[in-house]
């Protein structure tokens, strides 16, 4: 009997493929995307090379804020990812304060790796790099996007076309000052193919992985990216063929609600600690007029669609909606093509209409912007138009074969109409030719927006047609050519005028001045030995050069500030304006107060802007730092908490007299130490001449005066405040006022001061900006007689102050009495980023009074058992104690933290049970429920 053949095949199991081989195909098959990631980053790299950004030349990617904050907040961060600070508080920022507002706000997107990884002395490089990185990264998602919800198979030539304008949108190149906002552009596109994904095949994943990458990245544009995504999910539902309203539209908005919420459970290690963050101060940053009005003049608008169109990014700018002429021609050719249906016209034209009046009407815009007028930068979401926009002319390229050539010429000779009747409205953004008087009177001509605009309206025009004639594959490719052309044309063009409009930094302007600080510092604290102190500068680049640089100072700007840790240093006499304080405005009493010990000094290349006491001691030269800077000591420097009277429970500033306010904390400081009586440090001395030529005043609110030309006609206008000095002794002036307007102040010695003479020195702006602060007029003897002139510009007009405040320093009594102070310190013992721990030593009624902003996440302990922190004038932190010595601990960890981190792992986990569901069509949840029977 012969054994029946198997009929079961015997397969040879398949060769296990490696790892690179894997990498190598995946990489093979997605080669489109790496041409599609390589051409707009190509271009912006040769823009910035043309505009000679260093290796090229002497200029740096540094402008606006991205060189004035987010430069130096890249490299706390940088310092933080490598174990040498904290993404969680900083006591580098107006005196300390949070630092996962700013992470949260600047920090988190996944492109800051590319800051992390590469050395510091490259950060300049890295930014450069990052930008052209979600450059890049947004022409991929872009063409993800086309590549998905096309029709037909997409062109790679049509590919790169559009992609590459949606990657040089004049919004990215332009928002890259601020490139954590680029990240919308990156998920944009991602949200709205997802949004389609839960709405034709119910699954949810693709919609919820971006959008909460979105809020995660940058929660303030996830929130505008959000609003667009549910009017994207009403137009898609709307416009989709058959009824109205598709059978599973419920069922596509019950998903809309669940995915987003996951998304938004998932963000909230974000998004729960930047809210905190922004409580602090930013959600009172100013009061928003939601009066019903229009915003620009729709024609001004339609000029921003052209090429070269830049205004400024003042609050005055316009909306930036420039990404192509070939969107602008496509544009029109949409709505007259014979292969597109009715339906998808209005749907389409529907949503970007609702786009513009988003922009067009004030509250709705305002609304978009979180309820918060923006400072500069307005229309933050107008990168949304440029996407509808782009859609709807891809959405023509594709069926050009629906588009006759009368249309075609017809819509070339209509817009031509239209930009020669744009040049006639004189837009200044919008001129025709313009030049510059070069050495030799040589000119160099700049063709304007209107002139390059017909240009790029012809060529669009011929290439389109030859595309509809002849559909070639080199046709296609010499249309992506031009529009590349007219890409880097215009990407050159608006770098050029934004370094008109607010300067481009120079490279050698950052880099060496960072290393040179950074050096001094770590000499510092080398010399210092450990302890904790703050020190400042009397020169700035910016006032963030404390925590880009890692010393503990009080100058710091950003959006996410500690409003009354702000107000409290304004009140002391420091530059205040609205979200940053600068160390300007200083007296040996508020360092003494604020625990600065050491003052750095850059005097051959920065203009110093505070003097130094003249008792403070050179403790580093330039040798011993190695750099140009020298270094001071303040030897009557207090520490961050000291002793002082319990009655300082009941202190709040006078917010009009920082004088009073410094007076009264040491005299706190100070209780009944030698039953002494209430002293002035700072004295006040009352002019005995009061002067004034060709001015005139008239009360207003809030007890103000208003000073202001008698005759506008002369071109002088001023007012003399004549003195004699009580003392030997700084003099300080301080004018309190609510309305804000540059004046200049004039200093003479009134014994060689002559009317025909002027014998005048001038001695500061004050006022606006850094100027609104204490001014330090210098020093002078007891009888002295001094002359301090107040004019008014011409140009201003006019000026406001309720009262003026003149002190001298009564230097002899403060060293005497600071000394004592300084007997009943907080002794640091131990800190670092998130806690701080010492000794100290009161009396009968007194407590530990620190210079540290309160927050919500502090604990305090006292000889290790847990007590509640008094806050004093709603800013400071102080501790209750007994009399006698004992060790004070504070440590900061917020208490929302704990919570946000329980909801992002809850949305994980939601994700997660989705994707079970979801996965193969629920194979997994299938395999389970076998199982289970």
Request: glycine share 6%; net charge negative; with cysteine.
């Amino acid at each position: 009997m012969t054994k029946a053949k198997s009929n079961t095949k015997q397969t040879a199991a398949a060769p296990k493929v490696s790892l690179m081989e894997r990498l190598r195909k995946w990489a093979y098959d997605k080669r489109a995307y790496f041409l599609i990631f390589a051409v707009p980053f190509i271009i912006m790299y040769i823009a910035y090379a043309i505009f000679k950004v260093h290796p090229f030349g002497e200029e740096s990617v540094l402008v606006l804020d991205l060189n004035g904050q987010y430069v130096y907040f890249y490299e706390a961060f940088r310092d933080a990812f490598w174990g040498e600070g904290s993404f969680i508080y900083d006591w580098g920022r107006n005196l300390s304060g949070e630092m996962f507002g700013i992470f949260a706000y600047y920090l988190a997107s996944p492109f800051m790796l590319i800051v992390c990884l590469l050395p510091r002395s490259c950060m300049c490089g890295a930014i450069e790099l990052m930008q052209l990185a979600k450059i890049g990264t947004a022409a991929v998602t872009f063409a993800f996007f086309l590549n998905k919800t096309s029709e037909k198979k997409p062109k790679l030539s049509a590919l790169v076309t559009f992609s590459t304008c949606y990657a040089l949108m004049s919004y990215m190149v332009v928002e890259l000052m601020d490139p954590m906002w680029l990240d919308g552009l990156i998920y944009l596109p991602l949200i709205f193919w997802g949004v389609k994904r839960f709405v034709d095949d119910k699954v949810m994943l693709p919609y919820i992985i971006p959008l909460a990458l979105m809020f995660i990245a940058h929660f303030y544009i996830g929130y505008m990216v959000g609003i667009f995504t549910l009017f994207y999910f009403i137009y898609y539902c709307l416009s989709r063929e058959g009824r109205i309203l598709p059978k599973n539209f419920f069922g596509a908005c019950w998903r809309f609600f669940i995915g987003t919420v996951t998304a938004l459970l998932i963000s909230c290690w974000v998004l729960i600690p930047v809210y905190n963050s922004l409580k602090l101060g930013k959600m009172e940053f100013s009061q928003a007029d939601f009066t019903i009005r229009t915003q620009f003049d729709l024609l001004q608008f339609t000029s921003k669609l052209f090429p070269m169109s830049y205004d400024t990014v003042r609050p005055e700018g316009l909306p930036m909606v420039y990404c192509g002429t070939i969107a602008v021609v496509l544009l029109p050719l949409f709505f007259l093509n014979s292969k597109i249906s009715m339906k998808e016209k209005v749907s389409k034209g529907l949503l970007l209409l609702a786009t513009v009046i988003c922009m067009y009407i004030a509250p709705v815009d305002i609304a978009l912007h979180g309820f918060q007028v923006p400072n500069w930068l307005p229309y933050r979401y107008s990168f949304v138009f440029s996407f509808f926009m782009l859609v709807i002319a891809y959405r023509a390229y594709e069926n050009l074969d629906g588009i006759t050539t009368k249309e075609l010429g017809s819509v070339f000779f209509g817009l031509c109409a239209l930009l020669i009747y744009l040049d006639t409205l004189g837009y200044d953004h919008f001129g025709k030719i313009s030049y510059e008087v070069l050495e030799g009177n040589k000119k160099d001509y700049t063709i304007g927006a209107v002139w390059f605009s017909l240009i790029a309206v012809g060529a669009m025009y011929l290439m389109l047609y030859l595309v509809k004639k002849y559909n070639t594959k080199l046709v296609c490719w010499m249309l992506a050519g031009v529009v590349g052309v007219e890409m880097l044309a215009v990407a050159h063009d608006t770098v050029i005028k934004i370094d008109e409009d607010v300067a481009y930094s120079t490279y050698e302007s950052y880099a060496p001045y960072m290393q040179d600080v950074r050096d001094t510092v770590e000499a510092v604290n080398k010399f210092d030995g450990g302890e904790f102190f703050r020190m400042e500068s009397t020169y700035h680049r910016t006032v963030c050069d404390p925590i880009g640089t890692g010393y503990y100072g009080i100058s710091h700007s950003s959006s996410t500030m500690n409003a009354p840790a702000l107000m409290a240093l304004k009140y002391m006499g420091y530059a205040y304006g609205g979200n940053y304080t600068k160390y300007q405005g200083t007296t040996p009493i508020t360092d003494s107060i604020f625990a600065i010990k050491y003052l750095m000094n850059w005097e051959t290349q920065y203009a110093a802007h505070t003097k130094i006491p003249a008792y403070y001691n050179q403790v580093l030269t330039t040798k011993d730092t190695g750099t140009n800077i020298s270094v001071y000591e303040n030897p009557y420097a207090l520490s961050v908490g000291f002793a002082a009277d319990k009655m300082m429970q009941s202190f709040m500033f006078d917010e009009r007299n920082p004088f009073w306010n410094q007076n009264m904390i040491v005299n706190y400081a100070l209780g009944d130490k030698g039953d002494r009586p209430f002293t002035e440090y700072m004295e006040r001395v009352y002019p005995e001449i009061i002067d004034t030529v060709n001015l005139s005043t008239v009360p207003v609110s809030e007890n103000h005066t208003k000073y202001y030309f008698t005759d506008s006609s002369i071109g002088e206008c001023h007012e003399d405040f004549v003195f004699t000095m009580p003392k030997s002794g700084n003099l300080y002036m301080y004018f309190p006022t609510m309305y804000e307007r540059k004046v200049n102040i004039w200093l003479a010695r009134d014994d060689v001061f002559s009317a025909e003479d002027d014998n005048f020195e001038f001695a500061g702006y004050f006022f606006t900006g850094d100027h609104y602060s204490i001014l330090n007029l210098g020093q002078f003897n007891e009888g002295e007689s001094v002359r301090v002139r107040l004019s008014i510009p011409t140009e201003v007009g006019e000026a406001y102050w309720s009262d003026e405040l003149f002190y001298v320093f009564n230097e002899e009594q403060f060293k005497n009495d600071i000394t004592l102070v300084q007997e009943n310190l907080w002794e640091i013992t131990e800190f670092d980023d998130t806690y701080i721990e010492g000794n100290i030593t009161v009396g009968e009624n007194q407590l530990l009074f620190t210079t540290i902003p309160y927050e919500e996440g502090w604990t305090v302990e006292v000889d290790g058992k847990k007590v509640e922190p008094i806050i004093i004038a709603d800013t400071f932190i102080a501790v209750d104690l007994a009399p006698g010595e004992h060790t004070v601990s504070m440590s900061y960890m917020p208490n929302y933290f704990i919570i946000s981190i329980i909801l992002s792992i809850c949305g994980v986990l939601l994700a997660a049970v989705i994707f079970v569901f979801e996965y193969k069509n629920g194979k997994i949840i299938k395999k389970i429920m076998k199982k289970v029977k």
